[in-house]
């Protein structure tokens, strides 16, 4: 079974220095039929204007990746780390039993990113950062594997049992996608169109697919996309 969560459809704050957009219940935007699906618990399209963003602030018990998608965010976190990060550099996150981190744009460009939560296998984990640039851009027509529970194809690790894709393709090629038994995948479209099992995707929908034991994925046009594998 294929359901599609339209972009349109999603929950939207503009606070002025962010623009965002909600897959699922985030925040003051409740939706009680979208609160997560399966361990994915937020996706959120953010827009962050020039010389804003979020000061430090508390996280706990929950696997957090940033996915850049244009501009440079500035990560600062309570284990000392400090980074800018881009387009194909990926960031995660375990907030375990405490962590404090900032996310600010200091430069004159807006950044556009996904912030995507992940609830862990288990609460009160050691807290840790890592982060790692992909060939998804340059290596396209495939899937790279960018987070994972054992750090498989040198993804980053996170503490569940779901394993995270993303990968860039060209208009008119396809990709197969093989769930294993009683795996459940989203499709999150960052960009250009696709058809998943023949249900049409553009420009910020999603997919969730249950009872699914192989996902055809037909590319109308250009396009990047994320692909979640989960319990």
Not at 83 to 103: L, N, P
Not at 151 to 171: E, Y
Not at 197 to 218: F, H, K, R, W
Request: glycine fraction near 10%; charged fraction near 25%; charge should be negative.
């Amino acid at each position: 079974m294929i359901t599609i969560r339209k972009s349109s459809d999603r929950g939207h704050a503009d606070h002025g220095w962010l623009n965002a957009k909600h897959s699922f219940s985030f925040g003051r935007y409740h939706d009680p039929e979208h609160t997560g699906f399966r361990a994915l618990r937020v996706i959120n399209e953010d827009v962050v204007a020039p010389r804003t963003g979020f000061s430090e602030h508390p996280h706990r018990d929950m696997e957090i990746i940033t996915y850049p998608i244009s501009g440079q965010i500035r990560h600062g976190d309570s284990l000392g780390h400090t980074e800018d990060i881009g387009h194909g550099t990926v960031q995660a996150m375990t907030a375990g039993r405490g962590i404090r981190h900032s996310e600010t744009n200091p430069h004159s460009d807006p950044v556009h990113m996904l912030q995507i939560w992940i609830e862990p296998r288990e609460a009160g984990l050691e807290p840790a950062h890592a982060s790692r640039r992909f060939p998804v851009l340059t290596e396209t027509g495939r899937l790279h594997q960018i987070a994972s529970p054992d750090g498989a194809d040198g993804s980053l690790v996170i503490n569940r049992d779901a394993r995270v894709f993303a990968g860039v393709f060209d208009a008119k090629t396809e990709q197969t996608i093989a769930l294993g038994p009683d795996r459940h995948a989203w499709i999150q479209v960052v960009r250009g169109s696709l058809r998943v099992n023949g249900s049409q995707i553009g420009p910020g929908d999603g997919a969730a697919a249950s009872d699914e034991t192989t996902l055809e994925l037909v590319f109308d046009e250009d396009s990047e996309i994320i692909v979640f594998d989960l319990d």
